[in-house]
């Protein structure tokens, strides 16, 4: 089984040291350091602290590999599945088991290839031994295969009863899709562990509609996050040109794409209307959108001023957002500026906050106050 320290991995890091020279953040709440811990990740995408305060973290291009708490990087984990790396695709989202502690089992998600040259979204779970994967199965398959490399969503949530939540995009080409209760496309679904379709989905019982759906009328969801209050689930999807959104996820509800959005055709050109009778109007949306991707929600007492508030990496802009929230509405947004790409965001046991940044040269990033 998965051993908790570091420690006994020594022989497999490769020793990436960094002064650890703080760059100064000065935000609305606080004035921040900013570290990099460690560096040559190849495009992080997620990542999820282990119990003894190190990271797992998964590489879009097919790698999985620890990070100590001092930034010590270890060779690749070995026993992934096959993975399809290209473009958007490749290993994606990332989350422990609830009952990690004592079963030491994780939950992936990545971009399946298939026959016939065509892939699709995928989820699997493995134990987590050492420097190996071992017992790994894929308990989800995206129904839908075809050839593309977009919108293939990937974020995981564990629900407080122990349900898995698991976001897919509309792969670009399959928009309208993303109405259909048929198939997978801009969905989000429910599953229990091994896969199966979580008891009371909303769709269940309807001939024509896939029981393990959650809610619908989505395009490309990369942030999602447990309400640490409400249980409730949040989500952040990249819009089109414009039209990024923020909503809470709720049973049964269509999230309008591409019937409603407040974002355009790539170069200009309209889609669908704003809003419409029956859709859900996203929470908060951003026009221009600022691609984000990772969500967490922060609960610490270290950083004086961010309690409870949300926390979005921004891909396009290179930017941390922070979001105050009054109940379900997001009362004030603070946009600070990073310098590259933010894929990963999460907030650490320790009261800091950690961000993945999308590069060849991928970065892990702390921060903390002054």
Partial sequence: MHKLSLLSLVAGL????????????????????????????NHPWAMQFLPDGSLLVTERAGYMRYISKTGEKSEAITGLPAVHAKGQGGLLGLVLDPDFAKNSTIYFSFSEPREGGVNATAVASATLDGQTLKNVKVIFRQAEAIDSNYHYGGRLAFTPAGELFITMGDRGSRRDDAQKLSGHFGKIVKVNKDGSPAAGNPFANQSDAKADIWSYGHRNLQGAAIHPQTGALWTHEHGPQGGDEINIATAGKNYGW?????????????????TKAGLEQPLHYWVPSIAPSGMSFYTGTQINGWQNNLLVGSLKFGQLVRLELTGDKVSHEERIRIGARIRDVQAGPDGAVYLLTDEDDGKLLRLSPQ
Avoid: F, N, R
């Fill in 14 to 41: 490769s020793l990436v040291t960094h002064p650890l020279v703080a760059e100064t953040l000065k935000t609305e709440k606080a004035t921040l350091d900013m570290q990099t811990l460690s560096s040559g990740l």
């Fill in 258 to 274: 591409p019937v409603i959005t407040y974002g355009e055709e790539y170069g200009g050109g309209v889609i669908g209307v704003k």
